[in-house]
């Protein structure tokens, strides 16, 4: 899918896969999309083919020699799967760099590598729980929603990084609901899918079994979807979990909302777990990533897939023309 700008990738902590699934996604997609990486140019392995560039338009032309880079100055020499403190504060600098590209409409989409949060709270002084709210920042956006993608579901959190036990306090029907519009309006504007088709998982057993193991999937989750289907939009009630996501069950539905992290992203990463892809809806710009970590564990070795970047980027460029359309 061509768009009429690159896509801007962050490179994420260099010390992780970050340039691994980069490079592979340069090989995998040179043809196809064009994306350009901001980074230090010396992290790259020595074998690397790179492209450097002094703006973004060159990044398409670029594309057939190498993988283009626009150069950001980092501190230290990055070691695979050793994370140098001092470079946290220079990955911060580069997700932000690249959101300004995008607003500017210098690049049409953002995709970001993984970082460490733990990095960049204790060297960096990174006051968000992730990218996602950190970018919220960045762009003024009041509700950030993360939905994971892949060919087999699109499903969205309504909580997402708090532990299980705060997850009922953090529910509310004006969070559902606002969650829910989100959603809905991404499927149509990003994905192209009129009026989609938004199943809502209960956040007890039986979804609550009408109160007998808990009271909030009747107390907030079905006046929320009550509220939806009053104003058009196509929502159940909410549904027991262990059944919405077998085959036949997701045949009757466009994406599911979950009530928390886990519930959301077990079945998605059992579903796709090499391909599925981040999207951070909600904001005004695109913004994607693979959804997977730094992996120093592997970094540098040669073993990190690639799948769930390519995708990212390949998605990153069909919303970005979506929306453009």
Known sequence: MRTTAPVAVTCGDPSGIGYDVILGAWQALRDEVPFFVIGDPAHLPEDAAAVIIECPAKAGVAMQDGLPMLPHAFPRQARP??????????????????????????????????????????????????????????????????????????????????????????????????????????????????????????????????????????????????ALRADGVNVTDPLPADTMFHPGARANYDVAVCMYHDQALVPAKTLAFDTGVNVTLGLPIVRTSPDHGTAFDIAGQGLAKPSSMIEAIRLAASMAAGRAA
Do not use: W, Y
């Open 81 to 226: 799967g050793h994370p140098a403190p001092d470079n946290a504060r220079a990955v911060v600098e580069v997700i932000a760099r690249a959101v300004t590209l995008v607003q500017d409409k210098q690049a049409a989409a953002l995709t970001t590598a993984p970082i460490s949060k733990k990095e960049l709270a204790d060297h960096a002084g990174f006051a968000f729980p992730g990218h996602t709210e950190f970018l919220a920042d960045l762009t003024g956006s009041a509700h950030p929603v993360m939905m994971i993608v892949s060919d087999a579901l699109k499903v969205v959190p309504v909580t997402i990084h708090i532990p299980l036990a705060e997850v009922p306090g953090a529910l509310s029907k004006d969070l559902i609901v606002d969650t829910l519009r989100v959603t809905h309006h991404a499927m149509e504007r990003d994905f192209g899918i009129k009026a989609p088709r938004i199943a809502v998982a209960g956040l007890n057993p039986h979804a609550g079994e009408g109160g007998m193991l808990g009271g909030e999937d009747d107390a907030m989750i079905r006046p929320a979807c009550a």
